[in-house]
């Protein structure tokens, strides 16, 4: 399985604070990033997608690509105490069939 | 509508028994997958079905064994269960051939094997 790297935390942040998550990834061949929140119990949803090198911007989020350096991030501006659970990465390969994941970070977002 | 639903959504059973998980999607997905995810949150890529034809079969033991009646519904059989085998199994499905698609995953099926 590709390698999808991310620090496991947990991350504290105080509320109203910008949270930073990070993944590297080892498939240089990569075509598109996931982030993926998870709250405990719960499936996995999706917050963001991006392919192209650069910021996208959704709401409170902005995912970051730079395809050189193998690198996505996530910002979460005004991080609100609802923000907290495991943010998962993910990677699509240039199969295109698999969506291989990283081992996700904690997030806590305290009052 | 329940767009990836799985069952049983508990499962506790005895080392050793065999068991099933079925998985239905009804949003016209030609791919399904299994996924793992074990206590320490990692959501581990197990097997793909595209089409009703396995493409994705990473490193599983042979005690488990994925089947596709139709593109709908991608079932997991497991025998001989193990103390290991504990987890959560996620069905998930998506279009075939976008790579910007995501996945839509069920609610999960927690096995407990004791």
């Known amino acids: 399985q590709k390698e999808v790297e991310q620090n496991s935390g947990p991350l504290s942040v105080p509320e109203g604070a910008i949270a930073s998550l990070n993944c590297t990834y080892s498939?240089?061949?990569?075509?598109?990033f996931f982030w993926y929140r998870q709250y405990s119990g719960k499936s996995p949803e999706l917050i963001m997608f991006i392919y192209s090198n650069g910021d996208k911007e959704d709401g409170r989020f902005t995912a970051q690509l730079n395809k050189a350096s193998q690198y996505v991030s996530l910002l979460i501006r005004d991080s609100q105490p609802s923000d907290s659970a495991t943010y998962l990465c993910a990677v699509n390969g240039n199969s295109g069939y698999a969506l291989n994941f990283g081992k996700g970070t904690s997030l806590l977002v305290t009052p | 509508d329940t767009a990836v639903s799985q069952t049983p959504k508990y499962l506790v059973t005895q080392m050793g028994n065999d068991k099933s998980i079925k998985c239905e999607q009804n949003l016209g997905h030609d791919t399904m997958y299994w996924y793992k995810q074990d206590s320490k949150k990692f959501l581990k890529i197990m097997f793909s079905?595209?089409?009703?034809?396995?493409?994705i079969n990473e490193t599983v033991p042979n005690r488990f064994s994925p089947k596709s009646p139709d593109k709908a519904h991608l079932n997991l059989h497991i025998n001989s269960l193990e103390l290991g085998d504990s987890a959560v199994y996620f069905c998930a499905s998506r279009r075939a051939g976008v790579t910007n698609e995501k996945l839509f995953f069920g609610s999960g099926t927690q096995l407990s094997v004791l």
């Open positions: 079905y595209n089409n009703k034809e396995l493409i």
């Open positions: 498939d240089r061949g990569s075509q598109s």
